[in-house]
């Protein structure tokens, strides 16, 4: 008997020395005993823990256990025995998908797979032990997985053909799952040992890969973000969260409605507002709607009966935090602040799904500033992972923890971040896209942009994405801000306040060219709302009349330059962000960038990307192009940037020591 409760190796000793009894003897020994073993699996069985359990000769599973071998997600693949024994019990095709997605499976699931042979609702071990005694005495000769013969589909070209093109589509250059199929590969087509080899030989490339080492980073980075602190001392194991059961959500436009949904299904009591009826209706039917498909898709309850819809303000006043969702229009979330604050019971917590705007200007507006935080969700709001908590320089330890612990039960991660223009996500956004923008300028095209950045890994480049969330957004804010004005020739200005500046995106909108909303950006559509974005003739012909225009000279844009000057403005922005202590570390950056912002996940987040690049480089290349642009601050090396080259460019985990947090008044 053999009880097993393992989360598979621990993550943390893959880059040092490993200790224990190396797992795959152990497993041969296990599979070849002469007396017959069973698993009894309670909690997790995970990785190496699977592996274990796969040599046993049978398997039984509590009802809440969960079974996988999620080693792709962490750059790796099932190196115990685990692709040449999982296709050999469950077949090739089902084998194949969860080597390469690493899904978890439910005990339900794993005992329709065939991967267990019975479910208990009991103690794992009291059924594992009658089961043995049920089968004292039987032949084991049908229970060594690794003598099995591996089943061979018919097709087996066709099928895994299929399978490495569908892989290597959505792996977007991670290298794992393709060497996942590798090694599922070889349990077909070779004998057990020889597959081992080959699972060995896989793994050992895996193992001391780049992506491999990103992907742990990320692991870790993930669960780090939960232990919060804020310059002034705040922090998470000090800050007690209030208890919230009854939220309101001010405004049901998209981000509202993803936001009500959310909520609902966590269980809260919603009250969802709008100020006109009809808005209102149309809100209620599209939380409906997507509540209803949610549930179907999950196959959980309906959570209808937690929303209330009002028209008014006051429906707010017994409710124990707001997440207010409205335009991005400062004097209109004002307005909302300080009427909530009246109306509000003494202790509601207000927040503000703000994406840029500016935390404490809101607080002012109330009578408890300490409550007020920031909530910044991505869109689609229900859908999407991350949480932006944003602390202003007066919200309480308490309205923190309790914003980030919120966040947690509704799924998000969370992570807090202080309060500037932009947050972390957003500001960072800037330098990049401005970079976008000037390549174009200087000779690239959005197609030339998109595909190197798409190639780096990013489900989209910069272009398509601006297509998809709409030109005029991005416009409107540069309008605000006073940049969208003719120079003294009455062309669109290409200096604003001394520094280099590109009108092109507000160029474009002047043409009603709004991305997908118009079937016209800085791609063609098929129509006003369509998906897919062609080549536009039209776009490369402004933009040879617009150089003209400002007397540009159009020039060959190597892939290499495309790729640091948009990737290394934005990550000298992170470390702006590090040293004026918006971000606690560079694993907050890394977690609002691979979830928020497509960043791929293999390559760890960009502070973790410009560790592995090398800090000496980055800082080169930095300065190079600040001083072919010295009109664009975004190229100017970050000062802690430098400070941590000239400190010998210390691995990402030792930059906390050397990052100065300013004071704050928190
Ligand atoms: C040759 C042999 C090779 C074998 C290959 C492998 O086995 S690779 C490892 C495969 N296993 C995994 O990938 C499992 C990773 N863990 C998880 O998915 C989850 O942690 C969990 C087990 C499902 C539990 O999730 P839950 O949400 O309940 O807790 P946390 O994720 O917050 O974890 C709690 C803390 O435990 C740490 N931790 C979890 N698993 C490992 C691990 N395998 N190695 C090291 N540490 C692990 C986790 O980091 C949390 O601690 P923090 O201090 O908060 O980081």
Request: proline share 6%; charged share 25%; aromatic share 8%.
């Amino acid at each position: 008997m053999s009880c097993l409760c393992i989360t598979g190796a621990d993550i943390r000793e893959f880059g040092a020395k490993m200790s224990g009894p190396p797992l795959v003897p152990m497993i041969h020994m296990i599979e070849a005993a002469a007396k017959p073993v069973v698993a009894a699996i309670e909690g997790v069985a995970l990785g190496g823990g699977l592996e274990l359990a796969l040599s046993c000769h049978y398997r039984i599973a509590h009802s809440k256990a969960r079974l996988g071998l999620p080693e792709v997600t962490l750059g790796l693949l099932p190196g115990a025995g685990g692709t040449q024994r999982l296709p050999r019990l469950i077949g090739v095709p089902a084998a194949l998908e969860l080597i390469t997605t690493g899904r978890h499976v439910t005990a339900a699931e794993a005992l329709q797979l065939g991967i267990v042979d019975e479910v208990t609702d009991q103690n794992a071990v009291d059924a594992a032990v009658k089961f043995a005694q049920s089968v004292e005495g039987k032949s084991l000769d049908a229970r060594r997985i690794g003598t099995f013969p591996c089943p061979r589909p018919p097709d087996l070209d066709a099928v895994f053909e299929k399978v490495m093109k569908e892989v290597r589509r959505s792996a977007r250059g991670a290298i794992a799952p393709v060497t996942c199929v590798q090694a599922v590969h070889a349990a077909v087509t070779l004998p057990y040992a020889k597959g081992m080899e080959r699972e060995r030989e896989l793994f050992s490339t895996l193992f001391t890969s780049g992506q491999a080492r990103a992907l742990q980073y990320y692991f870790f980075a993930q669960r780090a973000v939960s232990r919060w602190s804020t310059p002034s001392g705040a922090r998470w194991d000090t800050s007690k969260p209030r208890p919230v059961r009854k939220a309101a959500v001010i405004g049901l436009g998209t981000m509202g409605r993803g936001i009500s949904v959310s909520l609902a299904q966590a269980g809260f009591s919603v009250v969802a507002v709008e100020t006109q009826e009809k808005q209102l209706l149309e809100a209620k039917q599209a939380v409906s709607g997507m509540l209803e498909r949610d549930a179907k898709r999950r196959g959980a309850p309906l959570a209808h009966g937690n929303i209330k819809y009002s028209c008014s303000l006051k429906a707010a006043a017994d409710v124990d935090l707001v997440i207010e969702a409205v335009f991005e229009d400062m004097a209109l979330k004002k307005a909302i602040f300080r009427q909530l604050s009246a109306i509000c019971k003494p202790g509601t917590f207000l927040c503000s799904n703000t994406s840029a705007l500016d935390i404490d200007e809101l607080a002012s507006q109330t009578q408890s500033p300490e409550l007020v935080v920031g909530m910044h969700f991505f869109a689609p709001a229900h859908v999407m992972k991350l949480l932006e908590v944003v602390y202003g320089p007066r919200s309480s330890p308490e309205a923190v923890a309790t914003a980030m612990q919120m966040g947690k039960k509704i799924g998000k991660v969370s992570v807090a971040v202080g309060n500037c223009r932009g947050f972390v996500g957003n500001r960072m956004l800037k330098p990049y896209l401005e970079q976008a923008f000037f390549l174009l300028e200087e000779g690239a095209t959005p197609e030339q942009v998109d595909q190197v950045l798409e190639e780096f890994g990013f489900p989209m480049g910069v272009f398509k994405v601006s297509d998809l969330s709409g030109l005029d957004v991005g416009w409107k804010v540069r309008k605000a801000d006073g940049l969208v004005v003719p120079d003294s020739t009455g062309k669109s200005a290409r200096i604003q306040g001394g520094r280099r500046y590109s009108p092109l995106g507000d160029l474009l909108c002047e043409q009603g060219r709004f991305g997908q909303k118009t079937g016209r950006g800085w791609y063609q559509y098929d129509k006003p709302g369509g998906r897919v974005a062609k080549s536009d003739p039209w776009l490369h012909r402004f933009l040879e009349e617009y150089r003209a225009r400002h007397g540009l000279v159009a020039r060959r844009i190597d892939q290499q330059e495309v790729l640091e000057r948009c990737l290394y403005a934005l990550i000298n922005e992170g470390f702006q962000i590090l040293q004026d202590g918006i971000a606690a570390g560079p694993e907050d950056i890394d977690v609002i960038y691979v979830l928020g912002y497509g960043w791929p996940r293999h390559r760890g987040g960009p502070m973790f990307f410009a560790d592995m690049v090398g800090l000496d480089k980055v800082l080169d290349r930095l300065e190079r192009y600040h001083q072919l642009h010295p009109d664009v601050p975004g190229l100017k090396p970050c000062s802690l940037l430098r400070k941590l080259a000239a400190g010998g460019c210390p691995p990402i985990h030792r930059w906390r020591e050397v990052i100065q947090k300013p004071h704050s008044q928190l």
